[in-house]
């Protein structure tokens, strides 16, 4: 397993556009987070997936985001008219819910400019 | 969530041991402590997680204080490689739900 991947590692955009970011789970993982980073900051919650359900989401997520997980495998985030304001490292993360605490595995992130 | 208080930034020299401090005096009986870190450009990794008892694996070892309102990262031996900001986090046993970040311990190692 080549852990949680994420799709494109960067992306410049401009202004107005649309912008929709791919993440891959670890396989067996029936939980998937997304979490947005601005700099010197640490992630913040966006939103998580168990299987293919939503299950929360942020009020950092406004009606301009939007989240999908239709196989409950990979997922999607896109983001509808694009501010400078989005500009940050969109981070995936993924874990197995058990009984017990369990880590979860974060992808290495989308960088999100723009211009 | 409870929330962690950790120091904004930390030094130690290469090769001594370094001992990460995080305050949670709300923590819940519920609550697992797990600690993150964040190397540059890369997405947080696991390092280490706890309930009461201390914690020890190939990593770090995790000091949990009776009261369970304090937890110690401990790096046996720092490389420069673990430089990086570290994550003291509280997750709720029964829900297992998102992770909140605080804004973390910059470790800078000094060769």
């Known amino acids: 397993d080549t852990g949680v991947s994420q799709d494109p590692r960067h992306k410049i955009t401009k202004r107005g556009q649309n912008v929709t970011f791919r993440c891959d789970p670890i396989?067996?993982?029936?939980?998937l987070y997304w979490y947005r980073q601005t700099l010197g900051q640490g992630p913040e919650f966006l939103t998580y997936f168990q299987n293919e359900a939503q299950l929360e989401k942020s009020r950092l997520l406004s009606d301009r985001f939007s989240a999908e997980r239709p196989k409950g495998s990979f997922s999607t985030l896109e983001i509808q008219r694009t501010e400078q304001g989005d500009s940050a490292m969109y981070l995936c993360?993924?874990?197995?819910?058990?009984?017990?605490?369990?880590?979860?595995?974060f992808g290495q992130g989308t960088r999100l400019t723009v211009v | 969530d409870a929330k962690t208080t950790q120091p904004n930034s930390m030094e130690s020299n290469e090769e001594e041991p370094v001992h990460l401090p995080c305050n949670h005096s709300t923590i819940s009986g519920t609550d697992y402590i797990h600690w993150y870190r964040q190397l540059p450009s890369q997405g947080p990794e696991y390092v280490i997680h706890g309930l009461t008892s201390n914690v020890n694996n190939r990593m770090a070892s995790l000091a949990i204080a009776e009261d369970r309102k304090s937890s110690t990262l401990i790096l046996h031996r720092a490389t420069l490689r673990d430089a990086a900001v570290y994550y003291c986090?509280?997750?709720?046993?029964?829900?297992?739900?998102?992770?909140?970040f605080g804004t973390g311990t910059s470790l800078t190692v000094i060769p």
């Open positions: 396989s067996e993982h029936n939980r």
């Open positions: 986090i509280l997750r709720d046993v029964g829900t297992g739900n998102q992770f909140y």
């Open positions: 993360a993924s874990s197995l819910v058990s009984r017990m605490n369990t880590e979860a595995f």
